[in-house]
């Protein structure tokens, strides 16, 4: 796990600081994949086989009000897009799973300003 904490526990810094309270929500993050080959739907898929197996637990989570998202961070280095097909988007929404999107636009100023 990358980051996470348990609801009832007292709130601190990820540096073990008390902040004081208790956390009211359960939260995780892993990272999951990082890949560079320019194939997001490929690698949400493969991510959703994985997830699909552990269909009954997220189910539970999603039922008990948790939520499910896939985030992606995406460096984009000019012109580029993905297609997610139909499967795949109804294999997201089988499990109740959001999928965020950051697309980060890392092209200079110049470049901007010649599109």
Known sequence: MTAGWTAGEPRVTPTGRPLGGVREESYCSFRIARRDDGEMARSISEIMDVLEAHRAHLEEISRTGGRL???????????????????????????????????????????????
Request: aromatic residues 10%; negative net charge.
């Open 69 to 115: 998202n896939i985030f992606v961070f995406w460096r984009a280095g000019g012109d580029t897009g993905e297609t997610f097909n139909a499967d795949l988007l109804g294999r997201l929404a089988s499990l109740n799973v959001d999928l965020g999107i950051n697309v980060y636009d890392d092209r200079g100023s110049q470049d901007q300003n010649d599109a």
